[in-house]
């Protein structure tokens, strides 16, 4: 069996190991084809953790928030028409621990905002058709301010229903709207922290799992175009690189919205805050540069005009640098198992070959050579990049 094939084999084989940690740690519905109907997502939500889970749990949650908000002010506090206590509690019931505080604070705020203002228009304008309009416009105007955030909104709407029900103009009645507000998120708060406060570390292991494969994808592509003496249309090569940059991208966004979710959650050293399988990831999303210039460094070459010096390297250099790009998508795959080690010895053999040949094959040519550096370049980042991990 020639190297190329056994690194084949051996990528195959990270591959199944991938797999077989993602099913061990987060079931096999992350990494088999789900049963698509309203039942087979309930009993995977039943039967084992991830998103389903996850948005079953969190839905609970707003339920019981909004339910317990609801009887706190009709039954012991005897507000009269408490509507915004549970409307309050489901919304602060959010994505994460941090956002559910952060959304408190932003709630009261604008409600407060909104009371307040129509209390003013209530005061000042007799006609309630006037004063409502009023209200909107100045109220959707000031909750675009900043600090508001997403709840900015609730000043417009806070101040339209008040002037819409009649209620501007009593203060205790005004006041009934503060106070059911603040209880209402104060209890979607504390039901999202302190039960089941959702974490996302099945994002990260299937984020890591999807862009290793991806990036590992690509780089097999591209060493199989450097092989040949005509590379042709590389079409589809930068269609593949297109979808690989889309992968970082959510990728970035599973890594910040896990880093997110552990903030001031008192779950957070469980292994489901997918802890250990950041540091991969991140190291996946850091290739990303290097890799995009290396196909730069193809298309550049392999297409060469007069108005560049860039020459298409011979066969034999390119078939070395095809060896190293192959066996570092080997070692791209080999990253999405968390803490297993990564063997670059290959790789680090076949760059000081390539090195070596561009400061004593004189007989290749300056644009070779010129052409041969570009490309080694981007494959020396990568390197880098691993070793460093």
Same mark, same amino acid.
């Given at each position: ?232 249309? /590389?079409? !589809? $090569? =930068? ?8 992968? *970082?991208? @959510? #990728?970035? %966004?599973? +890594?910040? &919205? ?62 070395? /640098?095809? !060896? $190293? =790009? ?8 080999? *990253?999405? @198992? #968390?803490? %297993?080690? +990564?063997? &670059? ?45």
């Amino acid at each position: 069996m020639t190297q190329p094939d056994r690194n084949r084999v051996s990528r195959l084989k990270v591959g199944e190991d991938v797999r077989r940690d993602l099913a061990a740690t987060f079931g096999p519905a992350d990494t088999e084809r789900h049963d698509r109907t309203p039942v087979g997502w309930f009993a995977r939500a039943l039967r084992v953790p991830g998103r389903e889970r996850r948005i079953l749990v969190q839905t609970a949650k707003a339920t019981l928030a909004a339910t317990a908000a609801w009887l706190l002010a009709t039954l012991v506090l005897k507000l009269p028409q408490p509507f915004l206590a549970p409307y309050a509690a489901i919304f602060l019931v959010e994505a994460t621990v941090y956002r559910s505080l952060r959304g408190w604070i932003q709630q009261v705020g604008s409600v407060a905002t909104g009371v307040l203002l129509a209390a003013v228009a209530g005061q000042l304008i007799p006609s309630q058709a006037v004063a409502l309009a009023v209200v909107v416009f100045v109220g959707l105007l000031a909750g675009n301010w900043r600090r508001f955030g997403d709840s900015g909104v609730w000043v417009g709407v806070t101040g339209m229903l008040l002037i819409s029900y009649g209620t501007a103009r009593d203060p205790a009645l005004l006041g009934d709207r503060l106070l059911e507000t603040a209880i209402g998120a104060a209890i979607g708060v504390a039901v999202n922290t302190l039960i089941f406060p959702p974490l996302y570390g099945e994002r990260l292991a299937t984020a890591t799992d999807r862009l290793a494969t991806a990036l590992a994808g690509l780089l097999e592509s591209l060493s199989d175009l450097v092989r040949r003496d005509d590379p042709g249309d /590389l079409d !589809d $090569l =930068v269609t593949q690189a297109q979808d690989t940059r889309s992968q *970082v991208v @959510v #990728a970035e %966004e599973a +890594v910040g &919205l896990t880093r997110e979710g552990r903030m001031l959650n008192l779950r957070r050293g469980r292994p489901e805050s997918g802890a250990h399988h950041e540091r991969p990831l991140r190291t996946l999303i850091a290739l990303w540069p290097a890799v995009a210039q290396l196909i730069s460094a193809v298309r550049t070459t392999a297409a060469r005009r007069e108005q560049h010096p860039f020459e298409y390297p011979w066969r034999d250099a390119r078939d070395a /640098l095809a !060896d $190293l =790009v192959h066996l570092l998508a080997g070692a791209v795959q080999a *990253v999405a @198992v #968390a803490g %297993e080690p +990564v063997d &670059l010895d290959g790789c680090r053999a076949l760059l000081e070959k390539l090195e070596e040949r561009l400061v004593t094959a004189d007989e290749d040519g300056v644009p070779a050579r010129l052409g041969l550096s570009t490309m080694t370049l981007p494959a020396r980042l990568l390197l880098e990049k691993l070793e460093n991990r």
